[in-house]
């Protein structure tokens, strides 16, 4: 959601910023720009609806020169996507122009207050506001560009990540943030600045990396060192984080779409998310979470998991995971309700925090208020750094490598494998799992990537069979114990990529209302392995059946009943029931994209949607 990239070296800035919004095209947006200063001291600024490609386009034969610009693609909260309310902004001397992530709330007040001393708006957008803002207080008391920055943002309520340049000092960009992620990469020999949303727009420039905390703001001037102070005018310790980054995760590596490139990724993610972990010849599972925490995860009264999205759905599976093998109260609610639902939470609790880019600003505002109600806080997430890793007490990175297409694939199963991992081994402390047990999951999760490479290999043959579901206007996907949320994760990329209207249910709640739906034009999904509820799954298939619903089903390999009853099946290798989850959700995941491919949608950038959602 909005990307930020900014540059002040001795390099020509234009190609590090259009590359930088490339790399965050997959946060999803509807228009972007671009500031460049030349060094006669004009601002060119270039901004487009629509993709970056679009902004390129524009930008050929114009001044494109200057080492030192802002860019920015925009996910619009204020005002229509369009050019005007596109950024970069300038404020009305021309002076200053500046980017911005998160939502100003008192932006209306500001506004009218602003417009009494002689402002006027070119945009409807609170961005505008805050930049105008910042040349007021500047106006006003004489002050430098940082000083006017910390000043205005001081009056200002509701999160911000922004980048500011002033053309009369053309050697400094200035940063700042409040709970929207903003990071500074610091190049060679201090000598340049690389201003980025996430690591990903920094990548091969600098592995040294500031990610700025809440109510920070960054000075970078050319050729010295990285100022940073809190609005306060306290001076921060600088302390820059080595990342290691690979580049190449970065592009399609030969396939047509991330998503699909993501989704063959999950074998080879999952045996890194396992690494060091699962540890067969030691017949053991170790986190270092567990080991440095253990008395406060074993004790634990209760747990609590906040997450959104897919996410959500990880969590559910995460709850039944602990519940069977830790016998531990396990509680999941929706990031964006728990605040405002005045939970009972406190010490003793663990609240899992789960988001892939470790940004989600509802999972970080619920967070806050269970730190603040004396909880412990585990952090589950896949971007190093990030900001509900720095805030969380402990946690377990999922290592599946950077995510780049919108519908999330291997970081669900890579959340998944984490609370298969974290089950298994706060069982075993608290002696709720028994040995032959745990055992015998510590091999099968070692054999998941190969089964989920035997499920890869029927791409194609989804592919042939999506064709006949492109057209279709709703789907049912139903699912009973672990696989109830692989139904809810199913009907969920479904909507996303193909924007086909699809419901997952438990499959005994279908006779509760949605069986009201069923007649011959609604494909019914429905996750049929093998497990301890299969009889009465095969109950649910026939009610569908009776009522002429086309029944598409996800079955164990060598499953004769269920082929008699349904329309198409498609197998995958046998598991462990609290495994199977990591297997079912795969063909999920082809269906999805190939039905959204068959319609010509654009799977890696589906419409209205992004993948890191840094507002509420």
Request: glycine share 8%; hydrophobic share 40%; charged share 25%.
């Amino acid at each position: 959601m909005c990307g930020i990239v900014g540059y002040l070296g001795y390099r020509d800035a234009y190609p590090i910023l259009i590359k930088g919004l490339h790399r965050l095209e997959y946060r999803g947006y509807d228009s972007a720009g671009v500031a460049l200063l030349n060094d006669e001291g004009k601002l060119n600024i270039y901004k487009a609806v629509g993709k970056v490609s679009n902004l390129e386009k524009l930008a050929v034969g114009q001044d494109q020169s200057g080492s030192v610009g802002i860019a920015h693609t925009r996910w619009a909260t204020h005002g229509a996507p369009n050019e005007v309310n596109a950024h970069p902004h300038l404020s009305q001397s021309g002076d200053l122009t500046m980017v911005h992530n998160g939502i100003i709330e008192n932006a209306g007040t500001l506004r009218e207050q602003l417009k009494e001393k002689g402002f006027h708006f070119r945009s409807d957008t609170d961005t505008e506001v805050l930049l105008q803002l910042i040349e007021y207080t500047r106006n006003k008391h004489g002050l430098d560009l940082a000083s006017s920055v910390r000043v205005a943002l001081k009056k200002v309520i509701g999160a911000y990540a922004i980048a500011v340049i002033d053309r009369n000092t053309p050697d400094t960009i200035i940063a700042a943030r409040k709970s929207s992620p903003l990071a500074v990469g610091i190049g060679e020999d201090n000598c340049e600045f690389f201003i980025a949303s996430d690591a990903s727009p920094i990548a091969g420039y600098t592995n040294r990396i500031v990610y700025l905390k809440d109510e920070e703001v960054a000075v970078c001037r050319r050729d010295k060192e990285l100022e940073v102070t809190t609005l306060n005018e306290d001076h921060v310790d600088v302390q820059a984080k080595e990342i290691d980054l690979d580049v190449s995760m970065l592009d399609k590596g030969g396939f047509p779409h991330y998503m699909l490139k993501e989704i063959f990724e999950q074998p080879h993610c999952l045996r890194d998310c396992m690494r060091g972990r699962v540890l067969p010849a030691h017949q053991r599972i170790v986190l270092s979470a567990v080991t440095e925490h253990r008395e406060e995860l074993i004790h634990a009264k209760r747990y609590l998991m906040v997450s959104c999205g897919t996410s959500w759905h990880a969590a559910l599976i995460g709850k039944q995971l602990i519940e069977q093998f830790c016998r531990i109260p396990v509680e999941v609610a929706y990031a964006s309700e728990f605040r405002y639902s005045n939970p009972v939470v406190g010490p003793g609790d663990v609240v899992f925090a789960i988001s892939q880019s470790g940004e989600t600003a509802d999972t970080l505002s619920a967070v806050q208020l269970a730190k603040n109600n004396g909880a412990m806080v585990f952090g589950i997430v896949n971007a190093v750094g990030s900001s509900i890793a720095r805030v969380s007490d402990t946690g377990t990175y999922i290592h599946v490598g950077p995510e780049i297409g919108v519908a999330s694939t291997k970081a669900f199963t890579g959340q998944t494998t984490v609370f298969a991992m974290l089950a298994l081994a706060i069982g075993r402390e608290r002696g709720t799992v028994d040995e032959a047990t745990y055992l015998e999951a510590l091999e099968e999760l070692q054999q998941i990537p190969d089964k989920i490479s035997r499920i890869l290999e029927q791409s194609d043959a989804i592919r042939d069979l999506a064709q006949d579901y492109a057209g279709k206007r709703n789907f049912l996907y139903l699912g009973r114990g672990m696989n109830y949320p692989v139904a809810l994760e199913g009907a969920l990329k479904l909507k996303e990529i193909s924007y086909i209207h699809a419901e997952g249910y438990p499959a005994a709640e279908m006779k509760h209302g949605p069986i009201a739906l069923v007649d011959e034009d609604m494909p019914v999904v429905f996750l049929a392995t093998h497990h301890n509820l299969y009889e009465k799954i095969l109950s649910n298939m026939q009610e569908v059946v009776a009522r002429r619903g086309k029944v598409l089903a996800i079955v164990t390999e060598g499953d004769e009943q269920v082929r008699r009853l349904a329309d198409k099946v498609i197998e995958i290798p046998s598991t462990l029931n609290c495994l199977v989850p990591l297997l079912s959700v795969v063909p999920l995941q082809l269906l999805a994209y190939h039905i959204a491919v068959a319609k010509g949608l654009d799977v890696d950038q589906p419409r209205n949607l992004a993948k890191s959602v840094t507002v509420e």
